[in-house]
């Protein structure tokens, strides 16, 4: 009988260790990687096109075309393929992305073979159906006028136009003229230049019999790389900016800046302020504007990394009459980064939650395919995880000053508000 009054030993551990891939590359030029593992008999085909909104020639063609690829072939309807991978179990979806489209099939092990084969028709002659895109017009069009009530979202919205540009893939937001403009010529043109540059993360329980008929069914495909497309983002006119919405008595506050690349020599530090600051229940944003002053329930600060760009961010939601305070408050966090040495226990706490985090993520091969894709997509060395947290396990109070002065001066922050 175990005794419950007694805790269990505390092992503090900094490894992480990934699944090793097996890759390979396919006579066509597409690469594979093979993420081996789990008890269970199901498998995850993703295919990653380099074909998301960055690629665009036309505002929403990622989107609208991901969202038709598998509304119909010449051979079946929309009904009908959904009603095929509903008879096997498996899982179909598509998610369009600023840089890239991701297509995921989730099959039994044994059900990979004609599950398989339908995603090649889908991938192969997909037909685009005039009255499907119809249909999800009217439904994005319905999603973006409820969504356009939202202070949370005008923020974003805000936010990103002002770091990027209003006409820069990361800082436009399809507006409604955009969407009812788009046609399926355009859709299909955009999946034909763009959706054979294709590459292959499949995981799970993968055995010799369904790597090979992943093999052949991909080798099969034409493959074709698309080139890299050079975007300049907009000068910033001015830091602060407030919108007021009739009727509202809340603001949602964004601020952020411009950050650095996964593979910049800070990028681990800046990460780990960020926790600091905001990225945990216990951050010191949580504590002071929740905690302390009962300003919002709650508040947050986040590292975004891109291919081609990425920011730090800080949201909330407050009450009207807060808004100045909230954003008081948030300055004096910033500074206290860059002018006051992180005490022992604290740089304890926040380091162990982020490692203990990080670890938690990889607990099924599929989340072990999730970090092989980021090391694929952003060019990291395979030992990209374990450096990291090794890093942040060994970084002290005030190595993290100087990182603070160069990254989160709160003057260089945008600020705005909505509401």
């Known amino acids: 009988m175990i005794d419950r009054s007694i805790a269990p030993s505390f092992t503090r551990s900094t490894d992480f260790e990934l699944i090793r891939p097996e890759e ?9 990687f093979f993420v081996s593992g789990g008890t269970q008999s199901v498998i995850r085909v993703e295919i990653i096109l380099k074909a998301g909104r960055w690629f665009e020639s036309v505002w ?23 009603q095929i991978f509903d008879q096997y179990g498996a899982h179909f979806e598509i998610s369009p992305g600023l840089d890239i489209v991701s297509i995921a099939l989730y099959t039994l092990t044994k059900n990979l073979r004609p599950t398989l084969a339908l995603v090649r028709e889908l991938l192969e002659d997909s037909v685009f159906p005039e009255k499907e895109l119809t249909q999800s017009r009217n439904i994005y069009l319905q999603n973006l006028k409820v969504n356009n009530e939202k202070t949370s979202f005008q923020a974003s ?43 292959l993360i499949v995981s799970g329980k993968v055995d010799d019999a369904g790597k090979q008929n992943i093999i052949e069914a991909f080798s099969a495909l034409p493959h074709r790389v698309v080139s890299e ?26 601020m952020g800046r411009k950050a650095i690349a996964r593979s910049h020599a800070d990028y681990a530090s800046v990460l780990f302020l960020s926790h600091i600051l905001g990225g945990y229940f216990g951050s010191r944003l949580m504590k002071n504007i929740r905690e302390d002053k009962g300003l919002s329930y709650g508040i947050y600060a986040s590292l975004h ?20 305070l909230t954003f008081e408050e948030i300055r004096k966090e910033l500074k206290r980064l860059r002018t ?43 030992d990209y995880y374990q450096k990291l947290i090794n890093t942040i ?19 260089s922050f945008i600020e705005v508000a909505v509401g």
């Open 229 to 254: 497309k050079q975007i300049s983002t907009d000068t910033i006119n001015t830091l602060h900016e407030r919108i007021s919405k009739k009727g509202s008595v809340q603001s949602s506050i964004r």
């Open 157 to 199: 919205k805000l936010f990103r136009k002002k770091l990027f540009g209003e006409n820069h893939p990361y800082g436009k937001e399809l507006e409604a003229e955009d969407v009812t403009a788009l046609t399926t010529e355009q859709l299909k043109e955009h999946y034909t230049s763009l959706g054979k540059d294709f590459t």
């Open 60 to 82: 929403g063609a990622s989107h609208f075309s991901s969202q038709l690829l598998s509304k119909g072939t010449s051979r079946k309807s929309s009904f009908e393929i959904a």
């Open 305 to 324: 990394t891109l291919q081609h760009d990425n920011y730090t961010v800080i949201g909330a939601d407050v009450n009207n009459e807060n808004l100045d």
């Open 24 to 32: 390979l590359t396919l006579p066509n030029g597409a690469k594979v």
């Open 340 to 382: 006051e040495l992180i005490d022992a226990e604290e740089l304890e706490i926040a380091r162990n939650h982020f490692i203990g985090s990080l670890q938690a993520e990889i607990t099924t091969p599929f989340a072990h395919a999730d970090k092989i894709k980021n090391i694929f997509l952003f060019n990291l060395s395979q």
């Open 393 to 411: 396990d060994g970084i002290q109070g005030e190595e993290l000053i100087g990182i603070a002065a160069k990254y989160f001066a709160e003057d």
